[in-house]
């Protein structure tokens, strides 16, 4: 049994937005006459508030977090608060995003899809490559049956599939408005 493998998915589709994100960014930054960034930032803080912090951060911080803090889980060291703040970061790099669409800030609003970019994709990487791990070595089988019940609860209140769904439909649309 996994406790992390969902979430690793669900960071798949994350990177895809990001991408998407970050291309919108460079080309309208290259020509600042489109209007692309404008026009998709609203689907991408659509995507950011309902699936990456609204699903798959609050997964992970009222659960896996929450079970990677029971004694003994975490031995050597323990990356909780510094992913917990990453996660404040990313939300702060979201309001910027919404300030300089009210403004019709193009540089501001770049800059901080590029930031929140970055910062996602680092923390993407931490969690994959060293914290997912860990967990997946820390937790015994009996906390990753109670998480997976855990995870089943929310993924039920958020209606998983059609979240997947609303969100695997528009990132096409985007990647075609983008070609
Ligand atoms: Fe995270
Ligand atoms: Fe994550």
Redesign the pocket.
């Known amino acids: 049994m996994s406790a992390t493998a969902g979430?690793m998915q669900?960071?798949q589709l994350?990177l895809k937005y990001i991408d998407l994100m970050e291309r919108c960014a460079k080309l309208n930054l290259q020509k600042p006459d489109i209007q692309i960034l404008f026009d998709q930032t609203v689907f991408f803080i659509d995507f950011i508030h309902e699936f990456a912090d609204k699903f798959?951060?609050a997964k992970?911080e009222n659960i896996l977090f929450r079970y990677l803090g029971t004694p003994g889980v975490l031995t050597h060291c323990n990356p909780i608060p510094q992913m917990m703040n990453e996660h404040q970061q990313a939300r702060g790099f979201v309001r910027n995003m919404e300030k300089a669409l009210r403004s019709k800030n193009l540089h501001d609003l770049a800059e901080s899809a590029q930031n929140y970019a970055g910062l996602l994709k680092m923390?993407?990487y931490k969690?994959d490559n060293i914290l997912y791990p860990m967990a997946e070595r820390g937790l015994s089988d009996d906390l990753k049956a109670s998480i997976s019940r855990e995870y089943a609860e929310t993924e039920a209140e958020f209606d998983s599939p059609a979240i997947w769904e609303k969100y695997d439909a528009l990132r096409i649309k985007l990647e075609n408005d983008l070609t």
């Open positions: 979430l669900e960071h994350i798959h951060h992970e923390h993407i969690e």
